[in-house]
Protein backbone atom coordinates (compact mmCIF):
# COMPACT_ATOMS: atom_id res chain seq x y z
CA UNK A 1 0.00 0.00 0.00
CA UNK A 2 1.62 3.40 -0.76
CA UNK A 3 2.38 5.55 2.11
CA UNK A 4 0.82 8.55 0.07
CA UNK A 5 -2.64 6.86 -0.01
CA UNK A 6 -2.60 5.66 3.54
CA UNK A 7 -1.49 8.58 5.69
CA UNK A 8 -1.48 12.01 3.73
CA UNK A 9 -4.99 12.97 3.56
CA UNK A 10 -6.32 15.59 5.78
CA UNK A 11 -9.24 15.04 7.50
CA UNK A 12 -11.79 17.92 9.64
CA UNK A 13 -13.37 16.27 11.83
CA UNK A 14 -16.57 17.85 13.87
CA UNK A 15 -15.77 17.43 17.44
CA UNK A 16 -18.26 15.52 19.91
CA UNK A 17 -17.95 14.45 23.13
CA UNK A 18 -15.57 15.83 25.95
CA UNK A 19 -12.27 15.53 25.70
CA UNK A 20 -9.41 15.78 28.70
CA UNK A 21 -5.80 17.45 28.70
CA UNK A 22 -4.05 15.78 31.83
CA UNK A 23 -1.32 17.15 33.49
CA UNK A 24 0.50 17.13 36.95
CA UNK A 25 0.00 13.89 39.74
CA UNK A 26 0.58 15.61 42.45
CA UNK A 27 0.28 18.84 41.43
CA UNK A 28 -2.45 21.75 42.80
CA UNK A 29 -6.23 21.92 41.64
CA UNK A 30 -7.08 25.32 40.41
CA UNK A 31 -11.03 24.74 41.31
CA UNK A 32 -11.70 24.41 37.71
CA UNK A 33 -11.42 20.45 37.36
CA UNK A 34 -8.08 20.84 35.73
CA UNK A 35 -4.71 20.00 37.90
CA UNK A 36 -1.89 22.56 37.04
CA UNK A 37 1.46 22.35 38.64
CA UNK A 38 2.87 24.41 40.74
CA UNK A 39 4.77 27.66 39.12
CA UNK A 40 8.43 26.73 40.04
CA UNK A 41 11.22 29.49 41.62
CA UNK A 42 12.07 31.84 38.71
CA UNK A 43 9.56 30.70 36.38
CA UNK A 44 9.03 32.35 33.19
CA UNK A 45 6.03 35.10 34.00
CA UNK A 46 3.07 35.46 31.28
CA UNK A 47 1.11 38.58 31.26
CA UNK A 48 -1.01 39.77 33.96
CA UNK A 49 -5.34 39.38 33.23
CA UNK A 50 -5.38 43.26 33.14
CA UNK A 51 -2.61 43.79 30.68
CA UNK A 52 -2.95 44.51 26.85
CA UNK A 53 -0.81 41.98 26.57
CA UNK A 54 -3.55 39.96 27.94
CA UNK A 55 -6.26 40.98 26.36
CA UNK A 56 -4.55 40.67 23.00
CA UNK A 57 -4.41 36.79 24.31
CA UNK A 58 -7.96 36.97 25.12
CA UNK A 59 -9.36 37.82 21.91
CA UNK A 60 -6.69 34.90 20.07
CA UNK A 61 -7.67 32.37 22.51
CA UNK A 62 -11.38 32.84 22.19
CA UNK A 63 -10.93 32.50 18.38
CA UNK A 64 -8.75 29.41 18.78
CA UNK A 65 -11.28 27.67 21.03
CA UNK A 66 -13.87 27.86 18.34
CA UNK A 67 -11.39 27.22 15.63
CA UNK A 68 -12.69 23.38 13.47
CA UNK A 69 -10.44 20.52 14.31
CA UNK A 70 -8.62 18.62 12.21
CA UNK A 71 -6.10 15.79 12.77
CA UNK A 72 -3.52 13.90 10.16
CA UNK A 73 -1.63 11.13 10.60
CA UNK A 74 1.95 11.45 9.57
CA UNK A 75 4.12 8.51 8.18
CA UNK A 76 8.00 8.91 9.69
CA UNK A 77 10.49 11.97 9.55
CA UNK A 78 9.79 12.55 5.85
CA UNK A 79 6.32 13.67 6.28
CA UNK A 80 6.14 14.91 9.33
CA UNK A 81 9.33 17.62 9.49
CA UNK A 82 8.37 19.52 6.50
CA UNK A 83 4.95 19.88 7.99
CA UNK A 84 6.80 21.21 11.27
CA UNK A 85 9.51 23.12 9.97
CA UNK A 86 6.69 24.87 7.88
CA UNK A 87 4.70 25.29 11.26
CA UNK A 88 8.06 26.97 12.63
CA UNK A 89 8.56 29.11 9.51
CA UNK A 90 4.60 30.58 9.79
CA UNK A 91 4.82 31.20 13.36
CA UNK A 92 3.80 34.50 14.84
CA UNK A 93 4.14 34.20 18.55
CA UNK A 94 5.62 31.58 19.96
CA UNK A 95 7.01 28.05 19.39
CA UNK A 96 7.18 25.24 21.69
CA UNK A 97 9.41 22.11 21.00
CA UNK A 98 10.27 19.43 23.23
CA UNK A 99 11.93 16.52 21.97
CA UNK A 100 14.28 13.86 23.54
CA UNK A 101 16.79 13.02 20.75
CA UNK A 102 17.88 16.09 18.51
CA UNK A 103 20.61 16.00 16.42
CA UNK A 104 23.14 18.95 15.41
CA UNK A 105 23.37 18.18 11.74
CA UNK A 106 21.43 16.97 8.93
CA UNK A 107 17.81 17.66 9.93
CA UNK A 108 18.68 18.88 13.02
CA UNK A 109 20.83 22.07 11.51
CA UNK A 110 17.54 22.53 9.94
CA UNK A 111 14.91 23.02 12.83
CA UNK A 112 18.18 25.21 14.66
CA UNK A 113 18.30 27.74 11.47
CA UNK A 114 14.31 27.70 11.08
CA UNK A 115 13.89 28.22 14.73
CA UNK A 116 16.64 31.01 15.28
CA UNK A 117 14.67 32.42 11.83
CA UNK A 118 11.74 32.89 14.21
CA UNK A 119 13.25 34.10 17.52
CA UNK A 120 14.85 36.89 14.80
CA UNK A 121 11.26 38.18 13.75
CA UNK A 122 10.23 38.45 17.09
CA UNK A 123 8.51 34.68 17.82
CA UNK A 124 8.86 33.89 21.52
CA UNK A 125 10.62 30.43 20.76
CA UNK A 126 10.94 27.59 24.19
CA UNK A 127 13.07 24.26 23.42
CA UNK A 128 13.56 21.60 25.47
CA UNK A 129 15.88 18.81 24.83
CA UNK A 130 17.10 15.74 26.59
CA UNK A 131 20.31 15.35 28.55
CA UNK A 132 20.15 12.00 27.84
CA UNK A 133 18.81 11.38 24.33
CA UNK A 134 21.02 14.86 23.40
CA UNK A 135 23.81 13.71 24.59
CA UNK A 136 25.83 13.42 21.47
CA UNK A 137 25.73 17.29 20.12
CA UNK A 138 23.13 18.68 22.45
CA UNK A 139 25.51 21.21 23.93
CA UNK A 140 25.98 22.47 21.11
CA UNK A 141 22.04 22.54 19.60
CA UNK A 142 21.26 24.48 22.62
CA UNK A 143 24.17 26.96 22.17
CA UNK A 144 23.58 27.83 18.70
CA UNK A 145 19.69 28.41 19.58
CA UNK A 146 20.66 30.69 22.26
CA UNK A 147 22.80 32.60 20.14
CA UNK A 148 20.26 32.70 17.67
CA UNK A 149 17.98 34.38 20.12
CA UNK A 150 15.75 31.27 21.24
CA UNK A 151 15.13 30.31 25.17
CA UNK A 152 16.51 26.96 24.89
CA UNK A 153 18.11 24.22 27.63
CA UNK A 154 18.98 20.64 28.48
CA UNK A 155 16.58 18.74 30.60
CA UNK A 156 18.79 17.14 33.35
CA UNK A 157 22.27 17.22 31.55
CA UNK A 158 24.58 13.86 31.90
CA UNK A 159 26.47 15.68 34.84
CA UNK A 160 23.04 16.06 36.85
CA UNK A 161 23.23 11.90 37.27
CA UNK A 162 26.18 12.96 40.03
CA UNK A 163 23.46 14.43 42.34
CA UNK A 164 20.60 12.03 41.60
CA UNK A 165 18.68 13.39 39.17
CA UNK A 166 18.10 10.91 36.52
CA UNK A 167 14.62 12.26 35.44
CA UNK A 168 14.38 12.18 31.49
CA UNK A 169 12.06 14.08 29.16
CA UNK A 170 11.28 11.60 26.66
CA UNK A 171 8.27 13.43 24.90
CA UNK A 172 8.21 14.46 21.32
CA UNK A 173 6.00 17.78 21.16
CA UNK A 174 5.57 20.97 19.05
CA UNK A 175 3.06 23.66 19.46
CA UNK A 176 3.23 26.65 17.50
CA UNK A 177 1.19 29.71 18.32
CA UNK A 178 -1.17 27.46 20.09
CA UNK A 179 -2.50 26.35 16.48
CA UNK A 180 -0.73 23.62 15.54
CA UNK A 181 0.67 20.38 17.35
CA UNK A 182 2.76 17.65 16.58
CA UNK A 183 2.76 14.66 18.59
CA UNK A 184 4.12 11.50 18.36
CA UNK A 185 7.08 9.29 18.69
CA UNK A 186 9.41 11.02 16.16
CA UNK A 187 12.97 12.65 17.63
CA UNK A 188 14.74 15.08 15.20
CA UNK A 189 17.32 13.78 13.37
CA UNK A 190 18.35 12.35 9.96
CA UNK A 191 17.20 8.56 10.90
CA UNK A 192 13.66 9.07 10.51
CA UNK A 193 14.23 10.06 6.71
CA UNK A 194 14.88 7.12 4.36
CA UNK A 195 17.65 7.51 1.76
CA UNK A 196 18.04 5.30 -1.34
CA UNK A 197 16.55 1.76 -0.23
CA UNK A 198 17.36 2.24 3.25
CA UNK A 199 14.30 2.80 4.74
CA UNK A 200 13.80 5.86 7.94
CA UNK A 201 12.96 4.60 11.26
CA UNK A 202 9.46 3.25 11.34
CA UNK A 203 7.38 6.27 13.15
CA UNK A 204 4.65 7.98 13.67
CA UNK A 205 3.39 11.62 14.67
CA UNK A 206 -0.38 13.48 14.56
CA UNK A 207 -0.55 17.08 13.32
CA UNK A 208 -2.97 18.17 15.20
CA UNK A 209 -5.58 21.86 14.63
CA UNK A 210 -8.21 23.11 16.85
CA UNK A 211 -9.04 23.79 20.48
CA UNK A 212 -6.82 21.23 21.68
CA UNK A 213 -3.35 22.72 20.42
CA UNK A 214 -4.75 26.52 22.76
CA UNK A 215 -5.36 23.61 25.84
CA UNK A 216 -1.73 22.41 25.42
CA UNK A 217 -0.71 26.01 25.05
CA UNK A 218 -2.24 26.77 28.76
CA UNK A 219 -1.50 23.47 29.93
CA UNK A 220 2.45 24.91 29.19
CA UNK A 221 1.33 28.39 31.31
CA UNK A 222 0.07 26.44 33.75
CA UNK A 223 -4.05 28.30 32.81
CA UNK A 224 -7.23 26.97 33.79
CA UNK A 225 -8.77 25.11 31.07
CA UNK A 226 -12.06 24.18 30.08
CA UNK A 227 -13.18 20.96 28.53
CA UNK A 228 -13.75 21.50 25.07
CA UNK A 229 -16.08 19.14 22.24
CA UNK A 230 -13.38 16.89 20.77
CA UNK A 231 -12.58 13.49 19.81
CA UNK A 232 -8.78 13.45 20.75
CA UNK A 233 -7.86 12.98 24.15
CA UNK A 234 -4.45 14.10 25.25
CA UNK A 235 -2.47 12.98 28.25
CA UNK A 236 0.79 14.37 29.49
CA UNK A 237 2.52 12.88 32.11
CA UNK A 238 5.53 14.07 34.94
CA UNK A 239 8.13 12.12 36.25
CA UNK A 240 6.27 9.10 37.90
CA UNK A 241 3.53 9.94 36.25
CA UNK A 242 3.33 7.04 33.41
CA UNK A 243 1.04 4.97 35.33
CA UNK A 244 -1.79 6.92 34.61
CA UNK A 245 -0.61 6.43 30.27
CA UNK A 246 -0.46 2.61 30.94
CA UNK A 247 -3.87 2.69 32.23
CA UNK A 248 -5.30 4.03 29.21
CA UNK A 249 -3.97 1.20 27.62
CA UNK A 250 -5.24 -1.42 29.85
CA UNK A 251 -8.68 0.34 29.51
CA UNK A 252 -8.58 -0.03 25.41
CA UNK A 253 -7.38 -3.52 25.60
CA UNK A 254 -10.56 -4.61 28.31
CA UNK A 255 -12.58 -3.36 26.04
CA UNK A 256 -11.74 -4.91 22.63
CA UNK A 257 -14.20 -7.01 21.41
CA UNK A 258 -12.76 -7.60 18.13
CA UNK A 259 -9.11 -6.84 17.33
CA UNK A 260 -6.13 -5.06 19.07
CA UNK A 261 -2.91 -3.63 16.93
CA UNK A 262 -0.17 -3.18 18.56
CA UNK A 263 3.19 -2.11 17.17
CA UNK A 264 5.58 -0.73 19.95
CA UNK A 265 9.48 -1.04 18.99
CA UNK A 266 10.95 -1.03 22.80
CA UNK A 267 7.88 -3.66 23.90
CA UNK A 268 8.46 -4.73 27.48
CA UNK A 269 5.26 -4.81 29.35
CA UNK A 270 4.56 -5.64 33.10
CA UNK A 271 2.64 -8.57 33.78
CA UNK A 272 -0.67 -6.25 33.94
CA UNK A 273 -0.45 -5.48 30.83
CA UNK A 274 0.88 -8.94 29.67
CA UNK A 275 -2.06 -10.10 31.43
CA UNK A 276 -4.98 -7.76 29.63
CA UNK A 277 -3.47 -9.25 25.78
CA UNK A 278 -3.39 -12.60 26.71
CA UNK A 279 -6.85 -12.20 28.36
CA UNK A 280 -8.37 -10.21 25.22
CA UNK A 281 -7.01 -13.12 22.46
CA UNK A 282 -8.28 -16.19 24.95
CA UNK A 283 -12.13 -13.94 25.05
CA UNK A 284 -11.60 -13.96 21.09
CA UNK A 285 -10.01 -10.71 20.29
CA UNK A 286 -7.49 -10.63 17.68
CA UNK A 287 -4.70 -9.62 19.12
CA UNK A 288 -1.42 -8.99 16.81
CA UNK A 289 1.86 -7.16 17.98
CA UNK A 290 4.03 -5.89 15.32
CA UNK A 291 7.58 -5.85 17.12
CA UNK A 292 11.17 -5.13 16.43
CA UNK A 293 13.39 -7.78 14.57
CA UNK A 294 16.28 -5.45 14.85
CA UNK A 295 16.71 -2.60 17.95
CA UNK A 296 19.07 0.37 18.56
CA UNK A 297 19.35 -0.68 21.89
CA UNK A 298 21.33 -4.00 23.32
CA UNK A 299 19.65 -6.74 24.76
CA UNK A 300 16.32 -4.92 24.38
CA UNK A 301 15.02 -8.12 21.37
CA UNK A 302 16.36 -10.87 23.59
CA UNK A 303 14.37 -9.30 26.75
CA UNK A 304 11.44 -8.94 24.27
CA UNK A 305 11.33 -12.51 22.69
CA UNK A 306 11.14 -14.04 26.11
CA UNK A 307 7.98 -12.84 26.01
CA UNK A 308 7.19 -15.18 22.81
CA UNK A 309 6.28 -18.56 24.36
CA UNK A 310 3.61 -17.27 26.99
CA UNK A 311 2.13 -15.14 24.42
CA UNK A 312 1.69 -17.13 21.81
CA UNK A 313 0.65 -19.92 23.92
CA UNK A 314 -2.28 -17.45 24.61
CA UNK A 315 -3.15 -16.98 20.76
CA UNK A 316 -1.48 -13.75 20.46
CA UNK A 317 -0.10 -13.39 16.60
CA UNK A 318 3.27 -11.56 16.62
CA UNK A 319 5.18 -10.17 14.02
CA UNK A 320 8.38 -8.68 13.25
CA UNK A 321 9.85 -5.59 11.68
CA UNK A 322 12.83 -5.86 9.94
CA UNK A 323 12.55 -3.47 7.17
CA UNK A 324 14.27 -0.57 9.80
CA UNK A 325 14.68 0.08 13.11
CA UNK A 326 10.83 0.61 14.76
CA UNK A 327 10.50 3.10 16.80
CA UNK A 328 6.98 3.40 16.67
CA UNK A 329 4.34 3.43 20.07
CA UNK A 330 1.09 2.92 18.43
CA UNK A 331 -1.94 0.82 18.83
CA UNK A 332 -5.48 0.41 17.36
CA UNK A 333 -8.85 -1.24 19.34
CA UNK A 334 -11.74 -2.37 17.09
CA UNK A 335 -10.38 0.01 14.67
CA UNK A 336 -12.18 2.71 16.32
CA UNK A 337 -9.44 3.82 18.65
CA UNK A 338 -6.11 4.93 17.82
CA UNK A 339 -3.89 5.44 20.57
CA UNK A 340 -0.18 7.29 19.91
CA UNK A 341 2.66 8.83 21.09
CA UNK A 342 5.97 8.77 23.02
CA UNK A 343 4.74 6.24 25.36
CA UNK A 344 6.54 3.06 25.21
CA UNK A 345 4.88 0.27 26.71
CA UNK A 346 8.09 -0.41 29.41
CA UNK A 347 8.71 0.23 32.46
CA UNK A 348 10.74 3.03 31.87
CA UNK A 349 8.13 5.45 30.34
CA UNK A 350 6.35 4.68 33.80
CA UNK A 351 9.00 7.37 35.08
CA UNK A 352 10.08 9.71 32.44
CA UNK A 353 8.18 12.77 31.23
CA UNK A 354 5.79 11.36 28.51
CA UNK A 355 2.95 12.06 26.33
CA UNK A 356 -0.12 10.08 24.73
CA UNK A 357 -2.79 11.06 22.28
CA UNK A 358 -6.28 9.04 21.76
CA UNK A 359 -8.51 9.44 19.00
CA UNK A 360 -11.85 8.11 18.51
CA UNK A 361 -12.01 9.92 14.77
CA UNK A 362 -12.70 6.58 12.80
CA UNK A 363 -10.85 7.56 9.30
CA UNK A 364 -8.03 8.83 10.98
CA UNK A 365 -8.26 5.66 13.20
CA UNK A 366 -8.02 3.49 9.64
CA UNK A 367 -5.46 5.30 8.74
CA UNK A 368 -3.61 4.24 11.64
CA UNK A 369 -4.76 0.35 11.30
CA UNK A 370 -3.57 0.62 7.81
CA UNK A 371 0.10 1.76 8.68
CA UNK A 372 0.07 -1.48 11.36
CA UNK A 373 -1.38 -3.77 8.30
CA UNK A 374 1.31 -2.69 6.04
CA UNK A 375 4.01 -3.22 7.95
CA UNK A 376 2.61 -7.16 9.15
CA UNK A 377 2.17 -7.57 5.71
CA UNK A 378 6.37 -6.98 5.29
CA UNK A 379 7.44 -8.65 8.31
CA UNK A 380 8.05 -11.50 9.77
CA UNK A 381 5.66 -14.04 11.59
CA UNK A 382 7.00 -15.75 14.53
CA UNK A 383 6.35 -19.24 15.49
CA UNK A 384 5.86 -21.53 18.70
CA UNK A 385 8.45 -23.72 17.05
CA UNK A 386 11.05 -20.93 16.40
CA UNK A 387 10.29 -19.25 20.20
CA UNK A 388 10.63 -23.05 21.86
CA UNK A 389 13.69 -23.73 20.27
CA UNK A 390 16.73 -24.92 22.51
CA UNK A 391 18.56 -22.00 21.80
CA UNK A 392 15.50 -19.76 22.68
CA UNK A 393 14.77 -21.87 25.88
CA UNK A 394 18.48 -22.27 27.22
CA UNK A 395 20.14 -19.33 26.30
CA UNK A 396 18.11 -16.24 24.66
CA UNK A 397 14.84 -16.86 27.18
CA UNK A 398 17.01 -16.63 30.27
CA UNK A 399 19.35 -13.57 29.28
CA UNK A 400 15.69 -11.62 28.26
CA UNK A 401 14.33 -12.71 31.61
CA UNK A 402 17.36 -11.43 33.42
CA UNK A 403 17.04 -7.77 31.15
CA UNK A 404 13.25 -7.85 31.78
CA UNK A 405 13.52 -8.22 35.09
CA UNK A 406 16.32 -5.77 35.91
CA UNK A 407 14.59 -3.24 33.84
CA UNK A 408 11.22 -3.15 35.51
CA UNK A 409 12.94 -3.03 39.11
CA UNK A 410 14.63 0.00 38.21
CA UNK A 411 11.98 1.47 36.44
CA UNK A 412 9.14 0.55 39.37
CA UNK A 413 11.49 1.89 42.04
CA UNK A 414 11.95 5.04 40.58
CA UNK A 415 8.93 5.63 39.30
CA UNK A 416 7.60 4.32 42.74
CA UNK A 417 9.99 7.05 44.32
CA UNK A 418 8.91 10.26 41.85
CA UNK A 419 5.61 9.28 42.75
CA UNK A 420 6.42 9.45 46.34
CA UNK A 421 7.80 12.63 46.35
CA UNK A 422 4.91 14.06 44.46
CA UNK A 423 7.52 16.74 42.00
CA UNK A 424 5.31 18.94 39.53
CA UNK A 425 4.20 16.67 36.03
CA UNK A 426 4.50 19.40 33.18
CA UNK A 427 6.33 22.43 35.24
CA UNK A 428 8.54 23.26 31.85
CA UNK A 429 9.86 26.55 32.04
CA UNK A 430 13.17 27.94 30.04
CA UNK A 431 14.11 29.75 33.77
CA UNK A 432 12.58 27.08 35.91
CA UNK A 433 11.80 23.21 35.58
CA UNK A 434 9.73 21.95 38.09
CA UNK A 435 9.80 18.48 37.24
CA UNK A 436 13.30 16.72 38.05
CA UNK A 437 14.33 13.27 39.21
CA UNK A 438 12.66 10.07 37.28
CA UNK A 439 15.02 7.29 35.48
CA UNK A 440 17.56 7.52 33.15
CA UNK A 441 16.90 5.80 29.75
CA UNK A 442 18.58 5.47 26.62
CA UNK A 443 15.28 3.68 25.61
CA UNK A 444 13.56 6.65 23.08
Known amino acids: MAKSNVIRRRHRIAGRGESAVRDAEGSADTGSGVRLAPEPPGAMKWPEAKSPAASVALKVGSRLASAPESVELLDGGEQAYPRMLRAITRAHRSVHLEVYAFAPSGVGARFVEALGQAAARGVAVQVLIDGWGSALGGRGVVAALRKAGCAARIHNPLSELLVGRFGRNHRKLLLVDDEVAFLGGINIGDENVGEGVRLGWADLALEIHGPQCLRLGQMIRREPQLPVDSKLRLSVCGLGGGWRLRRRYLEAFAGARDRIHVA ?27 LAGRSDILFARAATRSLYRHLLGAGVRIHEWNGSVLHAKVATVDGRRLL ?3 FNLDPFSLANLEALVEVDDLHVVEQGEAWIQDHFARSRVMTSVEAGSRVHRWLLDPLGRLVARLADTIGRVIASRRRRQSSPDYAFSLLGLGATGGVASAWP
Open 264 to 290: HGYFLPDPGVVRALTAAARRGVEVRLL
Open 340 to 342: VGS
